[in-house]
């Protein structure tokens, strides 16, 4: 069962429960420690993904393969959770997919940035805009350690001020002015490109639709999407009491070449 | 712009607005007609997508490039409507993505194998089953107008009797008695790989977390999700009156090697 | 089981089933007709709520006693539907009971109108004001039926040029400037009482809940509510696919004497 | 203003902000402590509600008149939460108003006992069953406190043993298995009343409607709710990120005379 074993420098995910579960890079003769014990790490090694380790107290974690998602959720320093709720949906609105060439602002923590890196391999490329250098260093460093920094450009620079890149797939927006960085993403975008902003508030959403239909895009829309976990057990099914009630609203706009709205260059003789 | 030009045999997507847009595969000297007037396909050959062309009423379309969600909501026949919002978590929960080899029961019309396909491009398989041939024609039909037929395994069989593949990534059910295929699913999966259940009643979510917990899976989670469209306008902005409040719930599980439940075989020597 | 039999003029609701269920006048020699045959109102003479009655058809319908939200969901020619769940959150938001003295506006078709007229009896009273004085004759016919009217008073007039009332418990607001009411309603409301107010854009709401604020109110909140049926089967069980997304927001402050934020009027030492 | 002003003997909730307001009874010479230092209660007295008192501090209060639901918030020792969103549906599919005699079990903390004895008000009567007598003394205390004791029967006993009420309006059920009091719930309601149930877990409902259809109720509908917080600030309006997923289902049948379904009894000759 190669490329399913444990070997030096895998990543595991060391799982108890739902709430215990463990990102750990496997190194020779060091142990992991836990509420439930201390792990070996060498009991890991030769091991397949799926079986079992015990810690000193008898413990058992499943021995995991870190999936996106878990790098995702394990993000050092995140700035803000991204819930796979809106990963998802931002994949389908974006229609980002394997070859995808996107650019992406702000970068953050990265966290968004992986899972777009993992989507568009082996051929396409993120190219990731901050700002902020020291976001970038960070947003580096979990991109190396999920394996993804070979398809990201981490650049520095103000996307409002312009973007370097031309006749890209997407656009992906999560900063504090999408509807200033519109006009760019516009330039950068080939025709029929896609550009999906992710805003906490309505007052960000109003404006960026309100760009959007100045620079011309179609097929606008913006939705917002709840998640509920269910407790499953027979006799004792429920929804969970508490859930996330909002994370941030999602736009998505399509490019036309031209930059006015449909409505005002057509000149239909009859409706 | 090479690439983003339309071409004899290009698939475009006639916008006119979010309800009427149009799936249409560009035929020499063929016309395609609306309520709007009809469209001369000669018209849209050398334009690059994200330009218009007008009907002979004089009613301006958008050509789009259809994106692998415009295949899926315009599947021919589709038995049931996958949302976005579900395709987006379903990708999420089995961590799907290039490369991976994923067993997907059953195939239905084909909408959420044409997802799967999409994002296992290039090297990845979708091995799709279904014990309904007409469903597989329909499907087969329906992923050749995707462009994504090459990238997937059509199988017509029953799953809960057996799957032939091994060692697959993952395993994605959208049938009525998904926890009779849950021990089939696991002989299927690698260790730890992941298995993504839909189903649209409790009943159905109840019996098939039994199975998963009685088949070793832990990381069991039930989810379901509520995604709502917002007016966006400066002075009319609101929430649409109708929502789509129920599509089905998402059960997702992680194998384990053993096939019983962590709680039972650990033997911790405190807590 | 004096009360609970059927006479001569009393409002029947004839339940075949969810959707079909009519509210009807029992009038002596009268015959009612539906899709399942017409009844004789003299059949109903004498029985008791809760029984049932045959068409000529042989369908049964029960004889159900209308309550004050049959009256409401039937209110004639209503503009506006109006929620059990909005209904629910504004009496609990406006604490609105038995004895209150309460101003409305607008009427509209009078199905908020109904349901307060019933909680605030039999001391209480409802001053209703629309600037329409055909919603208002409707409205009292909707009132009439449901044999409230006695408990309002209808007025036509612009609550934004002058609430007559004083010292009222509560004032709860569905029309399209409720900002512009709120100063009114200050005057109107005896200290500590209660604004609701039921909008449906967003925009409404930030310039109430900004008018409230200069006003003085305070415990200021805005809700918004989801209603969602489940369809309840033994092995068929799953929310209905459709719910009612988005009616309105309730915004929601009390009346402090003063009139100015407490925040500014507040000399703390410490805090 | 009589009826607005501060006396010995008062119920005053002191306002400071959403998260920080007291229900207190004001007593001459005491001192209420707060984290913004103490009030003199002395210094209420002949206050009307909506003015303000200042701690020693110098931080602002206002005063406000307790509502039922501010009482119902902050019953002592509740064991379970109940939100006015429940409140509100509760009484709206119960039609209980003003005049209602309504049974209750269990009482449980007396919550929502305080509310519907609020709106049976002033010729109604609301009789709350609980096995627990200690749970009943803390209920007396609870609605004395709210003034509403005078409202209710208060009984210690097993309602699925028999109920002692005949001809009842309403039957409201908040406890662990409703179904088994369907049958008694059958025999106390007139005909037409009402039974309203609200439970956690969908097992539950499921039993709660087999007896409900069993015992020859209609109108059965199951429903869920959630609410929604809104955060309203020009520039900054986003809805609460936490929001309570899930509280109960509510189940509501109305009763027929006959004991059998409808479609049972029912020979129509056509359709």
């Known amino acids: ?44 090694l030769g091991k397949s993904f799926g079986e079992a380790v015990l810690s000193n107290l008898g413990h058992r974690f499943i ?9 995702v959720m394990k993000s050092v320093r995140s700035t803000q959770i991204l819930y796979p709720k809106d990963i998802g949906l931002i994949l389908v609105y974006s229609a980002v997919g394997p ?57 520095v620079g103000d ?19 999408p509807w200033a960085v519109v006009p760019r993403a516009r330039e950068a975008l080939k ?24 620079e011309g895009f179609v097929d606008i829309e913006t939705v917002e999407s709840f998640l509920r976990r269910v407790k499953v057990k027979a006799g004792e099914t429920r929804p969970e009491a508490l859930m996330v009630g909002h994370t941030g609203y999602i736009t998505r706009g399509r490019k036309t070449e031209g930059g006015t709205r449909p409505s005002q260059s057509a000149q239909p003789t009859s409706s």
């Open 1 to 44: 069962m190669s490329g399913n074993e444990v070997g030096e420098g895998s990543d595991v995910l060391l799982y108890l429960d739902a709430r215990r579960n463990y990102l750990v890079r496997v190194r020779r003769g060091e142990r992991f420690h836990t509420h439930r014990g201390f792990i070996l790490l060498d009991d890991l």
């Open 63 to 71: 021995i995991l393969k870190p999936t996106v998602y878990d790098y």
């Open 99 to 155: 070859g995808s060439r996107v650019v992406e602002a702000g970068t953050g923590s990265g966290a968004l940035t992986t899972a777009l890196a993992s989507f568009v391999r082996p051929r396409g490329r993120v190219y990731s805009y901050d700002i902020r250098p020291e976001f970038q260093r960070r947003a580096a460093s979990n991109l190396e350690r999920a394996g993804l920094l070979g398809f990201v450009d981490l650049k």
């Open 159 to 177: 996307v409002s001020q312009g973007i370097e890149e031309q006749d890209v797939d997407a656009v992906v927006l999560d900063l504090a002015t």
């Open 191 to 214: 025709g029929g490109g896609i550009l999906v902003s992710f805003s906490p508030t309505i007052e960000q959403v109003v404006k960026t639709v309100s760009a959007l239909e100045e």
